[in-house]
């Protein structure tokens, strides 16, 4: 089973544009469920796997939402913990190029709150965390705990840092704590963006052999429409190209990438990353980028099944 940790939220996205004499050319917003973890549980479980999440989620109707999606899309809810806490909104604005840019409303969110709950299932094995749960805190320290703790039993674990500038009070701190973070993650997913944005405008792929050199198994840079490169503690490196669609939105698609990557280990008993050669990772790397070039061809954070993969040419 695959353990993904992290919070889960609303989206509020961007909908057809109000009377511009009246509301300024204001667009109404339609809630998406959502969170980068929160599509990563999704994700995974739709490509066939046995996935369960692990938050805190309010007992708000738009929490009843989001546990209900959960079910409806195979993920196991056994390890959530309930709160009356709101849920935490995300106002999403777009860009020409439909890239999704956001605004967080987590004051005394349920989110936030989460509690380490000990270890985790002995059927765990893999744990996938990032975004907002590795920030918040408390909820951020007992998420690390985890981390420390699943990594030294031997679980798969894989972390999507997902950086959400506005939310990070002490730049330099967060980059000390994502450091000391490495040596307990064998798969570290992360945009050129983040990787930049951690590396202080270091080149992505020089930042990406520091961080294998400081014990990461394999990175994983998503290039946008230049597709996603691997990086690994044998040093090789392997690209694939991403896919021409239609794009709608970018919302979801990171965490698509993760979920579908996590799915393709867990199809292919993958439990060591640097295990894998270049090949192989070029098989993986495809598998992700056709799950993520569904996503965006779609409004919102809905990732494909694996019905939508076997259909999708």
Same mark, same amino acid.
């Given at each position: ?78 390890? /959530?913990?309930?709160?009356? *806490? &709101?849920?935490?909104? =995300?106002?999403? !604005?777009?860009?020409? %190029?439909?890239? #999704?840019?956001? $605004? ?27 975004? /907002?749960?590795?920030?918040? *805190? &408390?909820?951020?320290? =007992?998420?690390? !705990?985890?981390?420390? %703790?699943?990594? #030294?039993?031997? $679980? ?158």
């Amino acid at each position: 089973m695959i353990v993904v940790g992290g919070e889960a939220l609303v989206d509020l996205v961007p909908g057809e544009p109000l009377d511009s004499t009246v509301d300024g050319g204001l667009r109404a917003l339609l809630p998406r469920l959502g969170g980068g973890p929160y599509n990563v549980a999704l994700a995974t479980a739709r490509l066939g796997v046995p996935a369960s999440f692990l938050s805190r989620v309010s007992t708000d109707r738009f929490g009843g939402a989001l546990v209900d999606r959960l079910a409806a899309s195979g993920v196991g809810t056994s390890l /959530l913990q309930r709160g009356e *806490e &709101p849920t935490t909104l =995300a106002v999403v !604005a777009l860009d020409e %190029r439909g890239g #999704a840019h956001y $605004t967080f409303y987590v004051e005394g969110t349920a989110d936030r709150l989460f509690a380490d709950p000990g270890p985790l299932p002995a059927e765990t094995t893999a744990l996938s965390l990032g975004t /907002l749960g590795m920030v918040l *805190e &408390p909820g951020a320290s =007992a998420y690390e !705990a985890m981390l420390r %703790r699943e990594s #030294a039993r031997g $679980t798969l674990t894989a972390l999507d840092p997902n950086i959400r500038e506005a939310l990070i009070s002490d730049p330099a701190a967060y980059r000390a704590r994502f450091a000391s973070w490495l040596p307990d993650v064998r798969l570290l997913k992360i945009s050129d963006d983040d990787a930049a944005w951690l590396a202080e405008g270091a080149d992505p792929v020089v930042a990406a052999h520091g961080w294998v050199e400081s014990g990461v198994d394999a990175v994983v840079l998503t290039r946008g429409a230049e597709g996603l490169s691997v990086i690994t503690a044998a040093g090789e490196l392997a690209h694939v190209p991403s896919r021409a669609v239609a794009v709608v939105d970018t919302i979801g698609a990171g965490d698509t990438v993760q979920g579908a990557l996590l799915a393709w280990l867990h199809h292919h008993e993958v439990t060591e990353p640097a295990a894998l050669g270049a090949e192989q990772w070029r098989e993986a790397l495809a598998y992700a980028a056709k799950a993520a070039s569904i996503t965006v061809s779609r409004s919102g954070a809905e990732p494909p099944t694996a019905a939508d993969m076997a259909a999708s040419v």
